[in-house]
């Protein structure tokens, strides 16, 4: 016999009559009767058991707040019904004594699974799945102009271009470089004058089309084709040049799992072989044990360049802080694998021509060995200590308060479309605010790490995210750790660097928390006494993405007050290096002949804003104090605070560089007025704690050189769709997208379509805390889009989770829903635990 979980309810009415209960064929059980007394088997129970509408197997008895559970409901049926079956089939043919000894037997069975009963019952009500109230707004299927492609649309561009006979493509994820590789297929976001048009129901849907990536090795070059329409795409064209207004070569490209496969089998082949011995006494390494590659970027130092320093790590747990002091620089610029040679070999801080050198030198006795010795798991993210006890969760007593419906989100007064790019990540579009757009694309666009060392593998370093794929990265998120228990998961699908769309489940996740302090509060207890406050509860929009060592959590988070975030934090592991001679110039020491190396962390975020229409200005506001007289005493001067406005009308005179003063206030503003007479503007306030920007006389510099500003606002264009692109990092000498030169045009921002660029970061000088690996507390930065004059009050003076006491009045659940928590609590219903993150991660052969 199966129970499902039973629940009561009080009684409406004020007089409940009596009530019978049966289980099956049995007799009656109890009855409910006036004054909601249960009577039963020879005894009158107090407890406050109220008449039910029905009772059936499986089905719910309705109880006043409280759960019964199915196992104790059924053992008291199954057993009181046994009983008192039993009973009467012997009445008839036993002894008087033994018939009433049997009843007592009877008694005693209901009086105990009666109180096994009432015990269980204390447990509260399961939560409501569904929301109390509907959405305030409705879900808009004109969002889907924004969407990511689905499986079956990266399918049919793929198998599309496979059949154009002409290009002689391969999907062979271990494709060489050689070959015609069809790297990347991703959305190709609509022009947003077509895009606005269709949103606002003054036009078409725009063609639905992708963005298509193939290394041509077999003619030397990068090209990218726009296929459509989709669904059944028909035709594809060539747009490298439209876009870039150059060729791109084939030493620009990413390194794909296809030369890795190639570059492993080299360096097995090419260093492996060459000094079993010096690898076996050094690192323990034989035909059962390996160390690790993690490699430089750039590579090179020079435009053509693909000349790669492989740094060896121990094969452990965070192997990204196990270096073994073994560099090799490989040159693999040839398409032909054939070609590839070992340029130089770094070994305990001393340099060799080639592997044999090293071996002869090593052999004579000519270098200073690294003997092994086992190191000690210090990089393992397993507990050492047994889980006693689950941390607090949260749930929602009423139901969820936003809704995701296909890539549109609805949250009390907010609402936008979302995507997430293999290239950059998350992105959010068409955000509104009260049904008014505010930012109609919010977007992650590179995240960037420039390394002190003195070892090759980290001396030249510097990372552009985007170049490998920030949003390839994003895998599922822990359910309770990455994300809140009973957030919604979001299951997105990818196609770069890969033969077939691969599925990233849970990837992104949603969720409203309450941030743990108030949005605003006041008390008060000077003429009168109340007390007024709005819990400061916020919806989070986020994913986390693993780039090699570093995992970064990227959060878009809509406050009630209509102000907009988006931030980063970053943990995984520190990139190290082996501890020689004149290394803690460059960090700290972090364990036994471990290096943690200096670096800073820039993160690039484009907000495309519409205050009240395409047209716009850039406002800065400051203070300074003035010697003022004082107007009921002249004679009496005072140094007072006073306002500072500005309008700055051209691209270079809104390009606010790190290093320099810049006003703190800083807003995109409306020339429409509100009530009280100013323009209707939203601050951007910049969250940062970066480094310096690296210096523009640096031959890498213009590959990055949206790091020079804190903030830079230009006039929208659809060909700056990015500060950044795929081939930054592999030609970072001679970047396919400059950001500098969106500026250097100096265009007129006065009463235009003005699009922001956020730099925002963190400057890491590792420590020994960043063992086993750092956490994302002070690792962060992002910025806050805070409506400033756009409304008359602050519209979450609406908010109904506004909270009201004045004296006498603490218990009321009118204006104070605390106060009747406790009388209203429920058990949430939570889904089973799983994970499937370790689908789609990177495979070599």
């Known amino acids: 016999m199966e129970c499902t979980s039973i629940r009561c309810v009080t009684s409406e009415s004020p007089e409940p009559k009596e009530a019978f209960f049966k289980w099956g064929r049995g007799r009656v059980l109890f009855g409910v009767g006036n004054g909601g007394v249960v009577r039963g088997m020879g005894g009158v129970f107090s407890k406050h058991i109220f008449w039910s509408r029905y009772l059936r197997q499986g089905a719910l008895l309705q109880r006043s707040g409280l759960s019964i559970e199915p196992p104790s409901l059924a053992f008291f049926f199954l057993t009181h019904t046994v009983a008192v079956k039993f009973s009467k089939m012997v009445a008839n043919r036993l002894h008087s004594c033994l018939k009433w000894t049997l009843a007592i037997v009877g008694v005693v069975s209901l009086t105990m699974n009666i109180v096994f009963l009432c015990m269980s019952s204390e447990k509260a009500p399961r939560c409501a799945v569904k929301p109390r109230f509907p959405p305030k707004g409705k879900h808009d299927a004109r969002s889907m102009v924004f969407a990511d492609l689905t499986r079956d649309e990266y399918t049919q561009v793929r198998d599309f271009m496979l059949g154009q006979k002409s290009l002689d493509l391969t999907n062979d994820a271990l494709a060489k470089p050689s070959q015609n590789f069809l790297f990347l297929i991703e959305l190709s976001l609509p022009k947003k004058k077509d895009a606005l048009g269709y949103l606002d129901q003054k036009s078409t849907k725009p063609s639905r089309e992708a963005t298509v990536v193939v290394f041509h090795g077999a003619n030397g070059q990068i090209i990218e084709y726009v ?54 006494e050094s690192f ?328 009240l229409g395409v047209k716009n200005v850039f406002l800065t506001k400051d203070m300074k104090y003035t010697n003022v007289s004082m107007p009921w005493n002249p004679s009496h001067y005072a140094m007072v605070p006073q306002l500072v406005e500005e309008q700055l009308t051209t691209e270079k005179a809104a390009a606010l560089r790190y290093g320099t003063v810049t006003p703190r206030y800083l807003h995109v503003a409306s020339r429409a007025l509100n009530r009280w007479g100013h323009e209707r503007s939203y601050r951007l306030q910049v969250t940062t704690f970066a480094g310096d920007p690296l210096p523009e006389s640096a031959p890498e510099e213009k590959a990055m050189s949206w790091s020079r500003y804190k903030v830079a606002i230009t006039k929208h264009k659809d060909a700056e769709q990015t500060s950044s692109s795929l081939y ?109 993150g370790f689908e789609g991660v990177m495979k070599f052969d």
């Open 728 to 836: 930054s990092q592999n030609d970072i000498w001679s970047p396919a997208v400059d950001f500098s030169k969106y500026i250097a045009d100096n265009e007129s921002i006065d009463n235009e379509d003005l699009v922001a660029w956020i730099t925002t970061g963190f400057l890491h000088i590792p420590h020994a805390e960043d063992v086993p690996n750092t956490v994302t507390v002070g690792n962060g930065g992002g910025v806050l889009l805070r409506p400033h004059n756009y409304f008359d009050v602050d519209p979450s003076s609406e908010s109904p989770d506004a909270v009201y006491i004045k004296p006498r009045s603490e218990q009321s659940c009118d204006t104070n829903r605390m106060a009747c928590l406790a009388q209203e609590s429920c058990s949430p219903v939570r889904e089973p635990f799983t994970y499937n």
């Open 227 to 280: 296929v459509g329409p989709l669904p059944n795409p028909t035709n594809f064209t060539d747009v490298t040049q439209k876009r870039y207004n150059k060729t791109l070569p084939i030493s620009a490209r990413t390194v794909t799992i296809g030369e890795y496969a190639l570059l492993f089998k080299f360096t097995r082949a090419q260093v492996y072989s060459k000094l079993p011995k010096l690898l076996k």
């Open 284 to 611: 323990d390494v034989d035909k059962d044990k390996t160390i690790n590659e993690f490699e430089q970027m750039p590579r090179g130092v020079k435009s053509g360049d693909r000349i790669t320093w492989i740094s060896f790590f121990r094969d452990m747990s965070g192997m990204y802080i196990h270096p073994v002091g073994l560099e090799v620089q490989v040159k693999h610029q040839s398409l032909n694998e054939s070609e590839w040679t070992v340029e130089r070999v770094l070994y305990n801080g001393q340099y060799f021509n080639t592997v044999e050198d090293l071996r002869a030198q090593y052999e004579a006795g000519n270098v200073s060995k690294i003997v092994y010795k086992e190191t000690p798991d210090y990089g393992s993210l397993k507990p050492k200590v047994r889980p006693l006890q689950v941390p607090p969760l949260q749930y929602y007593p009423e139901g969820k308060r936003f809704s995701v419906e296909n890539n549109h989100v609805l949250y009390l007064d907010w609402s936008f479309a979302f995507g997430l790019s293999s290239l950059t990540g998350m992105r959010a579009f068409d955000v509104r605010f009260k049904g008014e757009r505010i930012v109609y694309e919010l977007s992650v666009q590179e995240a960037m790490s420039v390394y002190g060392s003195v070892t090759p593998g980290m001396a030249l370093t510097k990372f552009l995210d985007s170049s490998i794929g920030i949003g390839r990265f994003a895998h599922e998120l822990a359910r309770g750790v990455d994300c809140p228990y009973d957030a919604t998961y979001i299951t997105t699908h990818r196609y770069m660097d890969v033969s077939a769309p691969v599925r990233y489940k849970n990837s992104i996740c949603v969720f409203e928390h309450n941030t743990g302090q108030p949005l605003r509060r006041h008390f008060s207890d000077f003429f009168s006494n109340s007390y007024g406050g709005l819990v400061n509860s916020a919806l989070v929009f986020r994913t986390i993405t693993a780039i090699g060592n570093y995992d970064y959590m990227w959060d878009f988070v809509f406050y009630q007050n209509g102000a907009l975030e988006a931030k980063v934090h970053a943990t995984g592991y520190m990139s190290t290096s082996y501890l020689v001679k004149g290394s803690k110039k460059y960090g700290h020491q972090v364990a036994d002949n471990v290096l943690g190396n200096i670096h800073t962390h820039f993160v690039n975020f484009k907000v495309d804003m519409d205050v």
